[in-house]
């Protein structure tokens, strides 16, 4: 017997699914009634879809499949963050973090799984880089998420930051998929302001995303203003050398006029000069910027050690005194490997 082989439903837009409805000599209306079912109401299975007749709900069975994720583990840690290790329907595994403060909670949520670049610091790197998210897959972090936010903070999710496993713009026409889906009324309506991309800074793309006129907003991960040492510790930089990136970056800001926020951890002798601090400024100059000083976390070997205080406070006066803003970034759930750059499957 002919087997046929099933659809994943939720790769389809509404009009494909209200298409296939009229294939089938049905209503056009079942297809906005499905689609709300898969995406308003996280639907997992279409024996769920109690508003639909049983034979329209075998009909989807023997066509299609509804993929989802699992939240395979949670941890929660003393400061409140909460790490999900999140099963994808072929059974690789990505991670997604809950960020709360007082007023807030943030989702942090991966893009792929492993990462195609090869950022020295970063746990993430050390994966293979297997395959990149479904918009679905992007989605569903997001709802795992505020469902929890919901269950343990009794507030929905407010903020999203692309800053999980993978580079996102690696993977751009997805990301720009699930947060079409999360901003839209039919998703999670979410303002896109309330969204970062974070990116380790692809040029092409950057140029691309201003093109597209996304409305959410951009963060870079900088680490250096000064090719030579970011090369050493983010290598794909000899390819996107921080000419092209800052290019493409005035491109983003003419068009957007939208700030760019940098993020960027200073390392014991590696990027705590005062040459290094002035050559941040001389980089951001060129268009409102903020610098994010992040609390790093060292990974397994400790070959990367936060920088002293001392260095710090230089960056920061550094920053100030050129009217650049500056926050200072305390890492949050470092006891169970989900601040950033420590993500990396352990929990698997
Ligand atoms: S820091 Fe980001 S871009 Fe760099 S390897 Fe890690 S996940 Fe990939």
Redesign the pocket.
């Given at each position: 017997m002919e087997t046929i082989k099933k659809k994943d439903i939720r790769a389809l837009t509404k009009e494909q699914i209200r298409a296939f409805f009229v294939a089938q000599g049905d209503k056009a209306f079942r297809g906005n009634q499905v689609y709300e079912w898969l995406w308003q109401k996280g639907a997992h299975s279409f024996e769920a879809m109690t508003n639909l007749s049983k034979e329209t709900r075998h009909q989807l069975d023997t066509n299609f499949v509804i993929n989802h994720i699992k939240v395979d583990q949670m941890q929660r840690s003393s400061d409140g963050t909460i790490k999900n290790a999140v099963q994808l329907h072929d059974g690789l595994i990505v991670e997604s973090v809950l960020i709360p403060t007082k007023t807030r909670t943030t989702a942090c949520v991966s893009s792929?799984v492993g990462?195609?670049?090869?950022?020295r610091?970063?746990?993430?790197?050390r994966l293979k880089r297997m395959r990149n998210l479904n918009p679905d897959e992007i989605y569903d972090q997001v709802v795992a998420i505020d469902n929890e936010s919901r269950l343990y903070f009794d507030r929905k999710l407010s903020n999203i930051v692309f800053?999980?496993?993978?580079?996102p713009l690696?993977n751009y026409n997805n990301v720009l998929k699930a947060i079409d889906k999360i901003t839209s009324p039919e998703g999670l309506a979410m303002s896109p302001k309330r969204i970062i991309v974070?990116?380790?800074g692809v040029p092409k793309m950057i140029k691309k995303m201003a093109d597209d006129e996304v409305k959410f907003k951009l963060a870079v991960?900088l680490h250096s203003a000064i090719d030579e040492i970011r090369t050493s510790i983010?290598p794909?930089n000899a390819t996107f050398p921080l000419k092209d990136l800052r290019e493409a970056l005035q491109y983003w800001y003419s068009k957007t006029k939208s700030r760019i926020t940098y993020e960027y951890v200073v390392w014991d002798g590696i990027n705590d000069t005062q040459n290094d601090a002035n050559a941040l400024v001389e980089f951001c100059r060129f268009a409102p910027s903020k610098v994010n000083l992040i609390e790093y976390n060292p990974i397994d070997d400790g070959e990367f050690q936060q920088a002293s205080n001392k260095a710090i406070d230089m960056y920061v006066t550094t920053l100030e005194r050129s009217g650049i803003t500056v926050t200072v970034r305390r890492s949050r759930g470092k006891d169970i490997d989900a601040a950033?750059?420590q993500?990396a499957n352990k929990s698997n």
């Amino acid at each position: 017997m002919e087997t046929i082989k099933k659809k994943d439903i939720r790769a389809l837009t509404k009009e494909q699914i209200r298409a296939f409805f009229v294939a089938q000599g049905d209503k056009a209306f079942r297809g906005n009634q499905v689609y709300e079912w898969l995406w308003q109401k996280g639907a997992h299975s279409f024996e769920a879809m109690t508003n639909l007749s049983k034979e329209t709900r075998h009909q989807l069975d023997t066509n299609f499949v509804i993929n989802h994720i699992k939240v395979d583990q949670m941890q929660r840690s003393s400061d409140g963050t909460i790490k999900n290790a999140v099963q994808l329907h072929d059974g690789l595994i990505v991670e997604s973090v809950l960020i709360p403060t007082k007023t807030r909670t943030t989702a942090c949520v991966s893009s792929q799984v492993g990462c195609s670049l090869d950022c020295r610091f970063c746990a993430t790197s050390r994966l293979k880089r297997m395959r990149n998210l479904n918009p679905d897959e992007i989605y569903d972090q997001v709802v795992a998420i505020d469902n929890e936010s919901r269950l343990y903070f009794d507030r929905k999710l407010s903020n999203i930051v692309f800053m999980g496993m993978g580079e996102p713009l690696m993977n751009y026409n997805n990301v720009l998929k699930a947060i079409d889906k999360i901003t839209s009324p039919e998703g999670l309506a979410m303002s896109p302001k309330r969204i970062i991309v974070s990116t380790s800074g692809v040029p092409k793309m950057i140029k691309k995303m201003a093109d597209d006129e996304v409305k959410f907003k951009l963060a870079v991960s900088l680490h250096s203003a000064i090719d030579e040492i970011r090369t050493s510790i983010m290598p794909f930089n000899a390819t996107f050398p921080l000419k092209d990136l800052r290019e493409a970056l005035q491109y983003w800001y003419s068009k957007t006029k939208s700030r760019i926020t940098y993020e960027y951890v200073v390392w014991d002798g590696i990027n705590d000069t005062q040459n290094d601090a002035n050559a941040l400024v001389e980089f951001c100059r060129f268009a409102p910027s903020k610098v994010n000083l992040i609390e790093y976390n060292p990974i397994d070997d400790g070959e990367f050690q936060q920088a002293s205080n001392k260095a710090i406070d230089m960056y920061v006066t550094t920053l100030e005194r050129s009217g650049i803003t500056v926050t200072v970034r305390r890492s949050r759930g470092k006891d169970i490997d989900a601040a950033c750059g420590q993500l990396a499957n352990k929990s698997n």
